[in-house]
């Protein structure tokens, strides 16, 4: 586990641009590995930390409820 966060299930847009449907909304709470990369990098988000408190795609099999 990298980070614990929000996951938004019926979220269909994330910045106005929709959401594929193996791709789930989450907004990042609290980083558990600064460096980790995330998975679907953009231009202004590269690792886990820089989406805290903020929104972002995160692909639906790595996201676990706890």
Do not use: C
């Amino acid at each position: 586990m990298v980070a614990n966060g929000k996951g938004f299930e019926g979220a269909t847009t994330l910045h106005n641009m929709p959401l594929l449907p193996d791709v789930v909304k989450v907004m990042v709470d609290k980083v558990q590995v600064v460096d980790a990369r995330v998975p679907l990098p953009i231009d202004e988000v590269t690792t886990v930390v820089e989406p805290v408190q903020s929104f972002i795609a995160w692909p639906r099999h790595l996201v676990r409820v706890i």
